[in-house]
Nanobody, 120 residues
């Protein structure tokens, strides 16, 4: 099993910045894609940004140019720098990892979520 632990959420005014971090631990053979999803009240969980082990990036259109995802493969960590935050960025943010515990198959893992609230 792989565990993901997030940190860095909080309350910020519109236009401000926050940085989310996520560390993977446990029985890790390999991690392919890591990233962040978010879920606002009454809405479905949506992709924010992902990064593959090789560094390929993918961003939601709504955060392109404002958010930056980064990753440290040696430490099994992923971070999300969020700038120019807007009230519509308010959501619970979930860390994600596509990982293998034993090299025979891949599973999806999720963190417990961290609240980001942007006030207007």
């Amino acid at each position: 099993q792989v565990q993901l632990v997030e940190s860095g959420g909080g309350l910020v005014q519109a236009g401000g910045s926050l940085r989310l971090s996520c560390a993977a631990s446990g029985n890790i053979f390999s991690i392919n894609t890591m990233g962040w999803y978010r879920q606002a009240p009454g809405k479905q969980r949506e992709l924010v940004a992902t990064i593959t082990r090789g560094g390929r990036l993918n961003y939601a259109d709504s955060v392109q140019g404002r958010f930056t995802i980064s990753r440290d493969n040696a430490k099994n960590t992923v971070a999300l720098q969020m700038n120019s935050l807007k009230p519509e960025d308010t959501a619970v943010y979930y860390c994600y990892a596509g990982a293998s515990s034993d090299g025979t198959g891949w599973s999806r893992y999720w963190g417990q979520g961290t609240q980001v609230t942007v006030s207007s």
